[in-house]
């Protein structure tokens, strides 16, 4: 695609990267076949091609409108298009920026720069959320059904091992799954205890920083970054072989810590360094000899639900389910299994009518085969996959803790 970036604008980082991705755009509108809401919508402009036309607008200065930044909000950052494109758009990357320019150029009203501002301030910090979500469960049998209903149940964490292994690896807590569901995390404990491998909580660690970055809270992400990156460090530096990452929407931002810190000079070989030690649990466990797991026979039907950022963003596509067959747990094959499920970090709630159908498409999908269980690899898809469904929703590796058994 031809640019007329001015260079002032090229001088910046970010005008260098908009100008270099945008030219290698072709124009052949693939990715329009797999945009989820290009779909729905049938509007040129929420499509991947039609929204890099209003990018290359806002980067070259010309004249827009809210209109843009509409097309733009829309966008649900699956990705999908990126493994779509023949020409490798790194269209993720691009969205970040249009974006960014766009929160610059375009004013935001007053309630919807407070909704975004909160969502920021609340998701991202683990201990705000904690204590809104105690509160919610607290009062939940007084609030309106509309309400209660999108509230889950308190869940009990359970008992880490305490078993020491010389393999050390450490493991993100995040912001919201601590609170929502600390089984996931226990889980993956226990599994890979069995395995011999011993998996450090970082306490002082948080937010990956993806809820920031999506919403164009670039200072707030980068602060985030920053202090996982500085505490994990002494870990690293003492031997854990890896970052093990359990919620697959974090592993896709964790992977791009060294990209997104290249322009910094204290951070930029550190964050590299974290980038490429960042691995998505079925990364970890295809590696090792699963048959010390000795587990109980599955005896369920179970479907599962690749998360977009699973198999678009760390292009991980048809790994849980070779490993879920790999441990005897065949699930059923889904039908565009490639499109998003509606959640997307915090679209859920600024698209709403966007996100429920496309939830109420992809249940119907799963559904068909009338599973028992479905199962994801990120915390945001499970929760709001739930709120909808009749099955049960849960993380992959609850399924396998579940059959775990002493030998």
């Excluded at 509230?151 to 690896?169: D, G």
Aim: charged fraction near 25%.
């Amino acid at each position: 695609m031809q640019t007329f970036i001015s260079d002032q604008v090229k001088k910046t980082p970010e005008g260098r990267e908009a100008d270099r991705i945008l030219r290698k755009c072709v124009h052949c509108g693939f990715c329009t076949a797999t945009c989820p809401t290009y779909q729905l919508i049938g509007d040129e402009l929420d499509g991947p091609r039609g929204r890099i036309y209003l990018i290359k607008n806002l980067i070259e200065g010309n004249n827009v409108s809210e209109d843009t930044q509409l097309h733009l909000d829309r966008c649900l950052t699956c990705r999908s298009c990126e493994t779509t494109c023949p020409s490798g758009v790194e269209y993720g990357h691009l969205i970040d920026i249009g974006r960014q320019v766009s929160e610059e150029k375009i004013p935001r009203s007053f309630k919807d720069k407070s909704v975004r501002y909160m969502l920021g301030k609340v998701l991202s910090n683990k201990n705000i959320f904690s204590i809104l979500l105690k509160a919610g469960q607290f009062f939940k049998p007084v609030l309106p059904s509309a309400l209660s209903k999108n509230i889950p149940q308190k869940e009990k964490e359970k008992i880490w091992p305490n078993s020491k292994h010389q393999r050390k690896m450490l493991i993100l807590d995040g912001c919201v799954q601590p609170s929502l569901k600390p089984s996931i995390n226990s889980a993956t404990a226990h599994v890979l205890d069995a395995l011999g491998i011993s998996m450090i909580r970082e306490t002082e660690s948080g937010c990956c920083g993806a809820v920031n970055q999506h919403l164009s809270q670039t200072e707030a992400a980068m602060l985030y970054i920053k202090n996982n990156i500085d505490v994990w460090w002494p870990h690293i530096e003492s031997g854990a072989e890896a970052i093990v990452i359990t919620a697959s929407g974090c592993g896709s931002m964790v992977k791009d810590y060294g990209y997104l810190l290249k322009e910094d000079v204290s951070y930029a070989e550190k964050a590299q360094r974290v980038s490429e030690l960042c691995f998505d649990l079925v990364e970890v466990l295809e590696k090792e000899d699963l048959e010390q797991l000795n587990l109980i026979k599955n005896h369920k039907r179970v479907v599962y639900q690749s998360p977009c950022s699973l198999q678009h963003g760390q292009k991980l596509s048809g790994r849980v389910e070779a490993l879920l067959a790999r441990l005897g747990c065949e699930s059923s094959s889904v039908k565009d299994s490639h499109l998003c499920c509606g959640s997307a970090g915090t679209y859920s709630i600024l698209q709403p009518e966007i996100s429920e159908q496309l939830r109420d498409n992809k249940l119907e999908n799963l559904t068909i085969d009338q599973p028992e269980i479905i199962l994801t690899a990120n915390i945001g898809c499970q929760q709001f996959l739930q709120q909808k469904s009749q099955v049960p929703v849960m993380h992959w590796i609850e399924l396998i803790e579940n059959r775990l058994q002493i030998s």
